[in-house]
């Protein structure tokens, strides 16, 4: 069979992205213009910004891809895109180019949904993964469990209240002066301390079911910080230690609960904090014990590439799921 090669393209918050990928599992080249460095000194991204970044570097991280692949504009058989969720002006810029970049070139624009996307990650590194599984979603914009029955067939199972996991790292790290992207930030500093020797609360983990709260857990590390520092005995790294530990152990707990009760041989990490050493360690001994097949992406597939978008698309691509070239960006949360 004729290898099928993708061009996929990822704007949807402060990345600027491309990446050629064959077959849906070999990475041609993946190229990635982050802009953290520009929204660092607002203390996170600032969406006007961010599209006039991504209008920018669009066309040259694209080139860049073709040259690093060692492939002219017609050897591609497609164009994807994220148009959904996302900053609305942001995917914006990577929609217009895939539309008109498809058009000019005559092949088939296909339109990825962001989460999905993360969810693919996965198959990019293993094709041994066995369904159904388990799939946690946890990102800046998510945090969702999903049952999935395979690939192509997913189903919400629970989903958090208010803040996903990722904000809460972004907003504790920022109230505690560590900068940004929190995730990161916390996860440095958490290595200097201990965890226990501040309280925070395991929101939601008595409640039977697949729900989660991060708000709550946010204030909670807020006011005991607060409380802390009037008393003058605050060491930031304890408080980094315990935000993590708590964070992660309702995490691991629940996605664990979720596989035992659906019985499923596989789970899955995907998203930005799947990146969180912490929570690749917990996650592999518990799955371990329960005897359940853990899959997360490397380290620089786990946060936003164009790799798992073009990879993605193979799937639309073989079963003939195409955009029509007046598609929209949606920049809602509720598309899983
Ligand atoms: O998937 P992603 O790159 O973008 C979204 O789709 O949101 O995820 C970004 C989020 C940020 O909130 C960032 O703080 C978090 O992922 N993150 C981490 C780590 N690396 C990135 N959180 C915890 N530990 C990390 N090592
Ligand atoms: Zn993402």
Avoid at 206 to 230: P, V
Wanted: charged fraction near 20%.
């Amino acid at each position: 069979m004729k290898d099928t090669l993708i061009l996929g393209i990822e704007s949807s918050c402060d990345e600027t992205a491309a990446a050629i990928v064959k077959n849906g599992q070999e990475i041609l080249a993946n190229i990635i213009n982050s802009q953290i460095s520009i929204h660092q000194q607002f203390g996170g991204v600032v969406p006007e910004v961010a599209s006039r970044k991504h209008i920018e570097n669009i066309a040259p991280v694209v080139a860049t891809a073709f040259r690093e692949a060692g492939l002219k504009y017609n050897d591609i058989d497609a164009v994807a895109v994220t148009n959904r969720p996302g900053l609305i002006g942001a995917l914006l810029v990577g929609l217009s180019f895939a539309k008109a970049f498809a058009y000019g070139l005559g092949k088939p624009l296909i339109a990825v949904d962001h989460l999905q996307g993360h969810i693919w990650a996965n198959i990019l590194e293993h094709r041994e993964i066995e369904f159904p599984a388990i799939c946690l979603v946890v990102s800046g914009g998510h945090t969702s469990l999903l049952y999935m029955e395979d690939m192509g067939t997913s189903r919400l199972i629970g989903q958090t209240r208010d803040d996903a996991a990722g904000e809460a790292f972004d907003k504790v790290a920022r109230f505690l002066g560590l900068g940004y992207p929190g995730g990161p930030a916390i996860q440095k500093a958490a290595e200097q301390g201990t965890a226990g020797i501040y309280h925070l609360p395991r929101v939601f983990l008595d409640r039977n079911d697949y729900e989660f709260s991060f708000s709550g857990l946010k204030t909670a590390a807020m006011n005991l910080w607060i409380k802390q520092s009037r008393r003058g005995e605050v060491r930031v790294e304890d408080m980094a230690a315990e935000f993590q530990a708590a964070l992660v152990e309702i995490l691991v707990e629940k996605t664990i609960r979720a596989a035992n009760n659906y019985q499923v041989r596989s789970i899955m990490l995907a998203g930005g904090v799947a990146a969180n050493q912490s929570l690749r360690q917990l996650m592999t001994i518990r799955a371990q014990q329960e005897g359940r097949q853990l899959f997360y992406p490397a380290l620089g597939l786990c946060t936003d590439n164009a790799a798992m978008i073009a990879g993605k698309a193979y799937f639309d691509y073989i079963t003939g799921n195409f955009a029509p070239l007046n598609i929209n960006a949606q920049p809602s949360l509720n598309s899983l």
